[in-house]
């Protein structure tokens, strides 16, 4: 089925090349119709499935991307506040300058070294 696509042709070479090797042949002749109608069914069934996986591998990467630019803002940030430490400022003016909370500028600036 490769060579002639997910197709209705395809199928319907299918059941072409069953019939030649006399492959459940009878059943064919009498239910040709339905056969397709089952086959065309399970097409667009794996169709849809690869679609919703597609789509949900690219929603993944979006929120990924989001996940990873809100990171590196926030990192930013605390380098912002490690400079404007090192200026003198206070904590809670870092705070409100950056937008903050108070406990994450003291957070980021816990253990950090400031030379003056």
Known sequence: MRLHGKTRNAVLETIRICKDKNVLKQYLLEREKEVIDIMMALFDQQKAVEQFGYEMKEEGRAEGHREGHAEGKL????????????????????????????????????????AR
Do not use: F, P
Request: hydrophobic share 50%.
């Open 75 to 114: 990192e930013e940030k605390k380098e912002a506040a490690i400079n404007m430490k090192a200026e003198g400022m206070t904590e809670s003016m870092i705070a409100k300058i950056l937008d903050v909370g108070l406990n994450i500028v003291q957070e980021w600036l816990a253990g950090t070294v400031v």
